[in-house]
């Protein structure tokens, strides 16, 4: 299973970017699907996840700026940046965990896109 994340890119504060992830191989079922970020020098966290069914859980730093979605039948997921600020600045890494078609569990990331917040 292998996630190709892309989107990242320079935004100015208040703008808006878009960050899309797409998952590929042979895949039964995909759990969840989520978003993490790891800023310079510091750990990795999660900012957003979206369940199989559509229920989300965000980061409180990006509540109500962020949104994620996912398109099953395509297996994407993404992320809506809306008003991010430079402490936002930071490699994206998208992330999935489902089963594949030999019914093994698996947890799989994408190779990061670095989103830079500034003027």
């Known amino acids: 299973v292998q996630l190709q994340a892309s989107g990242g890119g320079l935004v100015q504060p208040g703008g808006s970017l878009r960050l899309s992830c797409t998952i590929s191989?042979?895949?039964?079922?995909?759990?969840?699907m989520s978003w993490y970020r790891q800023a310079p020098g510091k750990q990795r966290v999660l900012v957003a996840l979206i369940s199989s069914g559509g229920r989300t859980n965000y980061a409180e730093a990006v509540k109500g700026r962020f949104t994620i979605s996912r398109d099953n039948a395509k297996n994407t997921v993404s992320l809506q940046m809306n008003s991010p600020k430079p402490e936002d600045t930071a490699v994206y890494y998208c992330n999935a965990v489902g089963v594949n078609e030999f019914k093994v569990p698996f947890e799989s990331w994408g190779q990061g896109t670095l989103v830079t917040v500034s003027s």
């Open positions: 191989g042979s895949i039964f079922s995909i759990a969840a």
